[in-house]
């Protein structure tokens, strides 16, 4: 039995504006899942159909096995956790950790004030404990928040952004802290956020949404290592994901190119890659290479390096990031980076979604006018150098390709499995 389960959940706001589509996951008992994508895809609506405060439009939820639409939040033994924290400003310290407790919600056997008071030491902060919340930093009354939705040992943690009005190094600091302590009390998390390396360290399982529609499910390795789509693919990762667009070309019995315009990689024909590759002869495939699968060297192998000039480089002290020109087309996804997400709400016009994850966020009208799909431009192809070695610009640089690290999606950006 899981802890939580979504059946083909749906949520349609008033106006006819679909928030979340048709959305199956299951979150298991004492796991902490991450619900991950950009603004606006949907995230606190999902959590906030499990916590109880909107009801699906369409689909089923379940906690603990038992269907759950129509129960009411109070009867969900769950404790939200938002990112603004609503503590009571005329209590001490103490007595907001303790006041769940004083409504009668205690499930352990402890006292009150020994409850309190070990809560405030695992959250360093036993010596505040006299304090108002207005003689708190952000980050102490956060810790407080925190200190008072775990008090009384929920099943169920929803945290929504719990993290993202502090700053980078209480960030960081709250992260390790707050996945010890809800893994000490063996409590279900499900997790809200835009954040990558908050989903990428705190997470056992991320799950990354985008327009309202789920795109992938799996451990923090699974999802960057394998990510589903191409979309994962370019959500993940610092700096992004190449992406570059390629013709597949079959030379029987030799080798399966992968043509970039004036330059190919080769793929083994007698391997399972260049056979996986080899069903797509004719077709254009997006290749994915993260920095990590290039190095520069000083002469490359035919159909296993990549030449180019450098157009610009970022010296980001630890490591310059080196933007090649490569003659090549890369493929930017619908809604990653380059292009305001426009499943963003507000007013802003609509009109490229759609096409596979069309009729988010939108009304009839908008959805049909929807045109949509990845943008194409001229390809620049980022690596790493270490910050010592010199780089200028216009400067012939021959990158070495790691061809077991290469990524493949088809045309509808769904991930060729090699
Ligand atoms: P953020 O990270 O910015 O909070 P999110 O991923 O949590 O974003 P949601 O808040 O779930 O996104 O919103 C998803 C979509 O549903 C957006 O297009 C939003 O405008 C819309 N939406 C959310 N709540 C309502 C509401 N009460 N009425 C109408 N539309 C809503």
Redesign the pocket.
């Known amino acids: 039995m899981t802890a939580v389960t979504l059946k083909n959940v749906s949520?349609v706001?008033?106006?006819d504006?679909l928030?979340?589509d048709s959305l199956s996951m299951e979150v298991n008992h004492g796991e902490f899942l991450v619900l991950l994508?950009?603004?606006?895809?949907?995230?606190?609506?999902?959590?906030?159909m499990v916590a109880g405060l909107e009801t699906p439009s369409d689909g089923e939820i379940l906690l603990d096995g038992e269907y759950a639409n129509d129960l009411p939040p109070r009867d969900r033994n769950a404790a939200m956790i938002f990112q603004t924290f609503a503590l009571y400003p005329h209590m001490s310290v103490g007595d907001n950790i303790g006041f769940p407790l004083k409504l009668g919600k205690h499930n352990g056997a402890q006292s009150v004030p020994d409850a309190v008071g070990d809560m405030a030491g695992a959250l360093g902060i036993s010596d505040l404990i006299d304090r108002k919340p207005s003689q708190l930093s952000g980050g102490q009354q956060q810790r407080v928040a925190m200190g008072r939705a775990l008090v009384r040992r929920p099943k169920l943690f929803l945290m929504?952004?719990p993290l993202s009005n502090l700053d980078v190094g209480l960030r960081a600091e709250l992260r390790t802290e707050i996945s010890s302590l809800v893994r000490r009390h063996d409590a279900t998390t499900l997790y809200?956020t835009?954040d990558q390396t908050e989903a990428l360290t705190m997470a056992d399982r991320v799950a990354v949404?985008r327009k309202?529609v789920l795109q992938d499910v799996g451990t923090p390795d699974e999802v960057y290592e394998r990510p589903a789509t191409m979309y994962v693919a370019a959500f993940l990762g610092t700096p992004r994901m190449n992406l570059l667009e390629a013709r597949v070309n079959v030379f029987l019995d030799r080798y399966v190119a992968l043509d970039f315009g004036d330059q190919e990689l080769r793929l083994p024909w007698h391997d399972l890659r260049g056979r996986a590759v080899a069903r797509y002869h004719g077709e254009n495939i997006v290749v994915g290479m993260r920095a990590e699968a290039l190095a520069p060297v000083a002469e490359g192998h035919p159909g296993q390096s990549i030449q180019g000039r450098v157009r610009f480089y970022e010296h980001h002290g630890h490591e310059t990031l080196v933007f090649l020109d490569i003659g090549a087309t890369a493929v930017v996804p619908d809604g990653i980076g380059d292009k305001p997400d426009l499943?963003?709400?507000?007013s802003k016009p609509r009109r490229r979604l759609g096409g596979l994850f069309s009729g988010?966020?939108q009304t009839p009208a908008e959805r049909r006018e929807a045109d949509s799909g990845p943008i194409r431009k001229p390809a620049d192809l980022v690596f790493r150098l270490p910050p010592h070695i010199p780089v200028s610009a216009g400067q012939p640089i021959t990158v070495a390709v790691h061809m077991d690290a290469l990524h493949y999606f088809d045309k509808y950006g769904k991930r060729i499995d090699v």
């Open positions: 949520k706001f008033p106006g504006t928030a979340v994508g950009p603004s606006g895809c949907g995230k606190s609506t999902v959590l906030r929504d952004e809200v835009h949404m309202g499943a963003r709400s507000g988010f966020g």
